[in-house]
């Protein structure tokens, strides 16, 4: 039996969100542990499909024994190629959910968390070439400066940086014990695990390359969408979420919004939910990894 170690988050609003009709195609373009996937083919109907994406191979760990499923081992970023390959030119509906897999965070050799010591890996797909110690210590000065305030948003980048490159310079920072020891010189006291989770987001999201994957997949959602389908999208930091508002809101990553004669916003999509939707007190309690979950909802006009 197929382990499941993904608890879907905003499941119920992810779901009405989507506004499944039966025979629908649809896309999860982060099956991961393939909780949404699941919610997803209950309401589907017999001759719906859900495409499915994930480039991490421990996900095809979790494909569901169902005929409408389609998994795709890939990043979503070419979700418009392989829809090409399975003749598929519209969908009626799309969700993304942003958030790294909690198995992959509690699995110590992946190193995405500094909570374990592992190699300082963090490559969600594992046959890529680049993984964190190659930033860490082949990535010059200014470079890493560059990641930690863009993808970070840390405000000593050029100290934690500087310091990095002094250390790696007496020995390889290969470790994600070792990037922690080190970061924590620079973190400030009374928010020092923030600061951590803060630097290993950074170093994550280059690794990955994730907002470049990110706005492909926001263009492409747009051209496959059918009139009236939904974009449904569960962010985690504000980096991603502001891609994802200024896009649905504008059709664009800037945020800037044009208008017709007549004051109206030009733009492919209209919100469906004007105020963010965020996890209730009941899911903390029992999901805490959903505090930051920012859920987005916008059709196809």
């Avoid at 050799?109 to 993984?131: K, V």
């Avoid at 305030?149 to 070792?178: D, F, H, V």
């Avoid at 859920?295 to 006009?301: G, S, Y």
């Amino acid at each position: 039996m197929t382990q499941v170690y993904h608890i879907p988050v905003l499941a119920n609003e992810s779901i009405v969100g989507l506004n499944l009709q039966p025979g629908a195609d649809v896309v999860d373009a982060t099956f991961g542990g393939g909780g949404h996937s699941r919610l997803i083919l209950e309401n589907l109907g017999d001759d719906g499909r859900l495409f499915a994406f994930d480039q991490d191979e421990d996900a095809a760990g979790n494909i569901i024994d169902d005929h409408r499923l389609f998994f795709i081992r890939h990043n979503f970023r070419y979700i418009q190629n392989f829809l090409q390959f399975y003749e598929v030119k519209e969908v009626d509906a799309i969700f993304a959910d942003f958030g790294v897999s909690s198995h992959d965070f509690d699995v110590a050799e992946r190193g995405f968390s500094f909570r374990f010591e592992g190699a300082l890996d963090m490559r969600m797909n594992q046959d890529a070439r680049t993984d964190a110690a190659k930033v860490v210590n082949g990535y010059t000065e200014q470079q890493l400066i560059s990641i930690f305030k863009m993808y970070g948003e840390i405000k000593n980048a050029r100290s934690l940086a500087s310091t990095i490159c002094k250390k790696r310079n007496e020995k390889p920072i290969k470790t994600t014990t070792q990037l922690k020891e080190i970061a924590s010189e620079c973190a400030p006291k009374a928010i020092e695990n923030k600061y951590l989770a803060q630097v290993f987001q950074a170093l994550r999201i280059e690794v990955n390359d994730e907002m470049e994957a990110l706005k492909e997949f926001l263009q492409a959602s747009k051209h496959l969408l059918k009139k009236g389908g939904r974009l449904v999208v569960l962010s985690y930091h504000s980096l991603e979420d502001r891609l994802c508002k200024n896009f649905m809101r504008s059709g664009n990553f800037e945020g800037y919004v044009e208008k017709d004669f007549y004051g109206n916003i030009i733009s492919p999509f209209k919100t469906i939910n004007r105020k963010v939707i965020v996890p209730a007190a009941k899911e903390l309690k029992v999901n805490s990894r959903s505090r930051s979950a920012k859920l987005r909802v916008a059709e196809k006009i």
